[in-house]
């Protein structure tokens, strides 16, 4: 097992290459040893799991591990990663994890570990990697096993939403939903039959976790093409909606084929939470517009700027106690109505929830974001050594500007009179990520310029120009 499958929010790898299927008996072990040395008392664990074919094995050895230390597990089976947390929300199991690589090619796989509701990360992930090199494992002093029940939650996650949506039933916002082949499937035809929605057309909603269509991470236009395609040759449709592989994050597409960042649409969360919550505190990731903070500010939220990373956005809600939060990746938390973790299918609801009670279709509701010249993340690879070493850089270079105004939470972002530019290290890839957005299209390239200067020692002029195009 590499050790880089330790990773900053989960455990993540290619299987036979990174990630051992034989090994995770043993990584299943420190999970549990982690979990009891928390929590001794632990005497349940919920698992679940994605659709790929390595997933079963994998719940074969963790089965085993857990109940060899003597602890009971209830495996929910296959399902989206918020039906895990839905399940740590309301059963008497507070703990738990899923295995998945969420939206990864089929290569992948890995796991997401809660504890008493929250997310298991960084440096609790560490933790687990010297538990689990080490052996020092928790041992069973009383040898007996724990036992093994199987309890299918996805009905209830099911009337669940429908009793909090009753005013969504029989609905007629005509959409393509594209499941993408992920566990999405497990739910949404079912969660449609149950609403009773019409002119739904979904695209495979069969569980196939080769992933024989498309990667399942419905950010990219790539990704969407079908959903553009079936938006163009069926004009009844209203709305294209795309579900990353475990569902923990949705993606929407315009009539028009404009497929909506998160940031935009969380605007438009925000600006009807913020009418139950006139001063409510949302919260959103580093690379959001500075087009979301003015609106934010305007609205009279108390707006809260954070790390990127699901499980960062959860640390920063429960600090500031508020009520939505999203990233620009399409992780949306909800927590004036619902639990706040990220749920990509209660966002679909909350989502049309808005679309019904304005009448208007989101090319029109996306307007109220205010026009800027920007970019979309461009990520670079690079080295992983270099990471650290490339932001720190472009860092010291912005320290030394005195017209610059420098948020430095998660690698830099330079406001300058002119623009914001980003740069951050990818907590999951051996990637850079950059973004920039100005008011004018000259004060777009000055700031890209700054950064193809500071970035000089590490990339050549030309390769950035390439990549810095819009
Ligand atoms: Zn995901």
Redesign the pocket.
Known sequence: MKSSIFREYDIRGIIGKELDINETYDLAKAIVTYYKRQKPELKDITIARDGRPHSEPIRDNIVKAITDLGINVTDIGICP?PVLYFSLFNTDITTGFIITA??NPKEYNGIKICLDKKSVWGKQIQEIRRIYEEKDFYKNSSEKKGQVVSHNIIPEYIEYLANHFEHLKNLDIPTVIDCGNGAGGTVIPDLIKKMNWKNIKLLFEEVDGNFPNHEADPTTYKNMQDVTDTLKSDKNLQLGIGL??????MSPMTKSGYLVPGDQLLALYAQKVLKDFPDAAIVFDIKASSSLIELLKKWGAKDCICPSGHSLVKEAMLQNNAKLAGELSCHFFFNDRYFGYDDGIYAILRLFEILKETGKDLDELVKVFPYKYRSPEIRIECEESDKIKIVDHVKSVFATKDDSDLITIDGIRAQMKYGWGLVRASNTQAVICFRFESDTADGLQHIKNDFISALKPFFNKKTLDKQFVI
């Open positions: 990663t969420s939206h990353d592989g475990d569902c923990d994050r």
